[in-house]
């Protein structure tokens, strides 16, 4: 291993990196997520006529001042304009235009009635609501001036700005490509729909990269897998650099005796540091092949995210024209950390102002999806005390509610989003009682036989927790029915509820209890739920 260097001197060094990208005209639709290459200035008014906000009578305002239910003003219908078409029609007083939503405003009127609020007999219209200059009318330009930038260049072509520009007749966009290339590598890995096979894995880097990529306006490129073998990653390697502005890979970074894809940089390139005083950053390394950009990403999967989105998402967006603003939270950490003493980046899950280390480790694919972010320990910090505030760098969601134990909160209607924290009722009832947890849901007393049965006499699963005796043990109840639908085992035990909701006909066999405590902000709201299945 080369001498590590620090974070902010990588940070530094690759402040200085710059990637190329190319120029390009694409339909809007197809420019989605991309960065604008140009300003782009609306070529009409937006709305490009006087237009009715309402079904309704166009009118002169000063002929209805006096209208009231008892009071109706009295007005000749001189016609009728459909939204989608062009009549050259005027109001003079003493008159009204029927309009549709959309429709153009006849010449002299400023207002529009509702036609709610009035009634028609014999060509007259019974006006029953006065009205002020302008209600219910769109004035041509209102919205969009002709010559009004409608986005700038650097801005990444959103849903929104698509809608606005699409509004404004632009169906083609100046658009800055940034083609970076994804190379995974090690004998392990298999792509997702190959057959898994025994000691192989499949690979994770290359998608969440290539969702990040997108999600920051870059054009991402699989480059498939390489194994490591120096002939094949150096082939793909070469390809990548050949069709791209940039290439990222994940694994084979460190310098064991199989991490070989360092030692091609240095052969092939300039190897411009090698390994960051961060863990899991001790393997990053940055190269330059052919004066193009090479980031080597950790393998495991959280650490592979974790170190693009502290390193290299700020590269990708500052050479495509923006800032990148990384979403924040900050909380007061729920559980003691113990560190190695060195800087570190942990994964972490967001629960209010409640912050829960993600202890599942780099390797295991979940930590990924149950994390929110990472938060960062300094170095010498051994203990991080519990309640001490963190600022945490977002990736993921965060959550309003923490809850444990067995799966029965899945049968709530929650009105927030709840993070299960750990599934272990007797874990889960110690971190209710430290405060960790707002509600935690566990069983009463001890029983051999569950609720219910489905499926055939054989291999058989229950849901952990509830002291059944099975062949096969689950997670939840979700869990159980994917292995009964997969041909795991052949038939499950369940608790009725979830019968019910997961459309299961059940027999029944006993009862069970279950119990349930919670902070008392919630109480009331699931007090209700409980009843439904306390036997």
Known sequence: MRRLIEAEHAKEILNEVRIDYDTVRLPVHQAVGMVLAENVFSPINIPPFRRSTRDGFALISEDVTTADERNPARLEIAGKIEAGEYRSVRVD????????????????????????????????????????????????????????????EGNILDTLKTGLLAGAGINEVRVKEMRVGILSTGNELLMPGDRIEPGRIYDVNSFTLYSELKKFGATPVLLGIARDDEDEMLAKLEKGLSECHA??????????????????????????FHGVRVKPGKPFFFGIINEKPVFGLPGFPTSCLTIFMEFVADVIARNLGYRLEKRKA???????????????????AVVRDRVFPVEK????????SEASGYIEIEEGEEIVE??????????????DIAVGGLDIHELVEWNADVKRLTADPDLARLEFMSGNLDAVFYPDETFSIPYGFYGKKGRTGAVKGYGIQADVYAKSHIHLLGMLRIGVVDGIYVLEPFGERLGIETEVE???????????HLKESIEGYLKRFKK
Do not use: C, Q, W
């Not at 235009?97 to 006849?106: F, K, N």
């Not at 480790?361 to 990924?368: D, V």
């Not at 006993?510 to 008392?520: H, I």
């Open 510 to 520: 006993d009862e069970v209890g279950v119990g349930f405590d919670s902070a008392e």
């Open 386 to 399: 519990r309640g001490v505030e963190r600022e945490v760098t977002l990736f993921g969601k965060t959550y």
């Open 330 to 348: 900050r909380g007061r950490l729920a559980k003691r950390i113990f560190s190695e003493g060195r800087r570190e980046l942990m994964p972490v």
């Open 247 to 272: 290439v990222i890979t994940s694994g084979s970074t460190s310098a064991g005796k199989g991490d070989i894809l360092y030692r091609i940089v240095e052969s092939e390139g300039e190897m411009v």
């Open 93 to 152: 007083h003493g008159m009204a235009v029927e309009v549709a939503t959309g429709a153009v405003m006849p010449e002299n009127a400023d207002s529009v009635v509702m036609v709610e609020n009035t009634s028609v007999r014999d060509g007259f219209v019974y006006v029953k609501k006065a009205v002020s200059p302008g209600e219910n009318v769109m004035e041509e330009g209102s919205d969009v001036a002709v010559g009004e930038i409608l986005a700038k």
């Open 361 to 368: 480790g780099s390797g295991a694919i979940t930590s990924l």
